[in-house]
């Protein structure tokens, strides 16, 4: 349906917009050289729904050297797929790349080769989806759709362009970039582009896990990851999306994971940072696994050292987040007192924990109150006592303090350490004094002088 209106005026209104300006003043610079020029892909996707684009994309007939030739600041940056930078300025960058068809498919992943010189009809019909499919004209507000994109859009469905095996075979990525935007904007899965999915669902192990790893971060971070999970589990892709033990990948173990993701989801504020909530989806679906477990996952996925850290630490947690009152208190106050930690700790307590399974209330018959009893009850009871009792700062005491007292660094230096740091947590020392002749008790207990000079700390 080429040249249908889109909105006239809407687009004009679009004009105090500084991003959407710049891509305008790109269209419009290769447009004066004699080119042709639109916005395509997500941008033209977002601006029908209503969203506003992160990033405008520009297609063009000119050839990355012409391209290059219209601007004053251009970097090359995907010289085989024809893509150039163009930096209006600091804040202002687009990427233009020019139309192609592509050759064969040798990897699942990218073209051996692209074509230059076809037309914009065949550089759409190479796209991945419909709704992804689509340009528009910025100067006119005239929408380019070949394929049916808006269509779709409207009755709310991710549908491949063209023929759907054909697209999977070529790169085996849009399997799960089609759950992503299923998942992200709440649509359905066209009919014959699930049965294609379904298909091809054991060619996505061919696809590096970092590649993978970027894709479902796309998925944990929509509206309805739990969902997102499902599509995975109904289209056969989670043994080769997710690398957990076969225990872990049985339906109602993913089902019990979803569930755990949909009230993490609902759970967090809107503004929550995405790499935290990255973070609490991995933790959510690696709980359970041993550490050693944990870190081989996270390491096939490529994810960071701190994500490791972050993510192997809450893992660790979550047996006390579950069943607090099987564990001393200086363990389930450690958590709440961690002031970077909690925070965190806190959401992944209400992702793993089913307040309406495991709450229960009970009402005093004397005083009618009730106590409501449970994990999440627990630690809120926990939050509410250090507020009002705020404990000693912590740590305490430092190695500078031991080696004051005469004790050479060694083995017993962290024993000392966790000793005194569980008394502050269990309220049995409240200040520096107290926690200094805690150290000397506790040196004299281990047949140690606390007041003879370089006391061995082996």
Aim: hydrophobic share 45%; glycine share 8%; aromatic share 6%.
């Amino acid at each position: 349906m080429a040249g249908n209106a889109c909105g006239g005026t809407a687009w004009l209104q679009r004009s105090g917009d500084p991003l959407w300006a710049g891509a305008s003043k790109v269209v419009e610079g290769l447009r004066r050289a004699g080119y042709e020029a639109y916005l395509a892909g997500g941008c033209v996707r977002d601006l029908l729904l209503g969203a506003v684009p992160k990033d405008y994309d520009v297609v063009t007939d000119a050839r990355p050297e012409l391209v290059a030739k219209c601007f004053r600041r251009t970097h090359l940056v995907g010289a085989a797929f024809g893509v150039v930078r163009v930096q209006l300025s600091r804040d202002l960058v687009y990427e233009v790349a020019t139309y192609r068809g592509d050759g064969a498919y040798a990897d699942g992943r990218r073209p051996e080769a692209v074509v230059y010189g076809v037309g914009k009809e065949e550089d759409v019909h190479r796209r991945d989806f419909t709704i992804n499919a689509m340009l528009l004209d910025p100067l006119s507000g005239e929408l380019i759709d070949l394929v049916g994109g808006r269509a779709d859009l409207e009755q709310r469905l991710i549908r491949a362009v063209g023929d759907p095996k054909l697209r999977f075979e070529e790169d085996h990525l849009r399997l799960l970039r089609a759950v992503r935007f299923a998942t992200r904007l709440g649509f359905e899965i066209e009919a014959a582009t699930a049965e294609a999915m379904r298909a091809s669902a054991p060619k996505l192990s061919r696809i590096s896990r970092e590649r993978i790893s970027t894709e479902l971060d796309g998925i944990w971070i929509s509206p309805a990851p739990d969902r997102g999970l499902r599509l995975l589990g109904d289209f056969g892709l989670v043994a080769a999306a997710l690398p957990l033990p076969i225990e872990s990948l049985e339906a109602e173990a993913i089902e019990a994971k979803a569930h755990a993701l949909g009230r993490l989801r609902r759970s967090v504020a809107d503004d929550v940072a995405k790499s935290d909530l990255v973070r609490l989806a991995w933790a959510v679906l690696l709980e359970g696994l041993e550490r050693a477990q944990v870190h081989a996952a996270l390491t096939e996925l490529r994810r960071s050292r701190e994500e490791l850290r972050v993510i192997g630490a809450l893992v660790d947690a979550a047996p006390v987040l579950r069943s607090p009152e099987r564990y001393p208190t200086a363990e389930t106050r450690r958590l709440v007192a961690d002031v970077a930690f909690w925070p965190l700790a806190k959401a992944y307590l209400c992702a793993l924990v089913d307040d309406s399974s495991l709450r229960s209330e009970l009402e005093e018959p004397r005083t009618g109150v009730v106590a409501v009893r449970g994990p999440r009850a627990f630690f809120a009871r926990e939050e509410r006592e250090l507020e009002e009792r705020p404990l000693a700062a912590r740590p305490i005491v430092t190695g500078a303090d031991l080696k004051a007292l005469g004790l050479n660094a060694g083995p017993v230096f962290k024993t000392l350490l966790d000793e005194v740091d569980r008394a502050v947590l269990e309220r049995r020392v409240t200040s520096r004094a107290e926690a200094l002749a805690f150290v000397r008790t506790s040196l004299a207990s281990k047949g140690l002088d606390p007041n003879k000079s370089h006391i061995d700390g082996r």
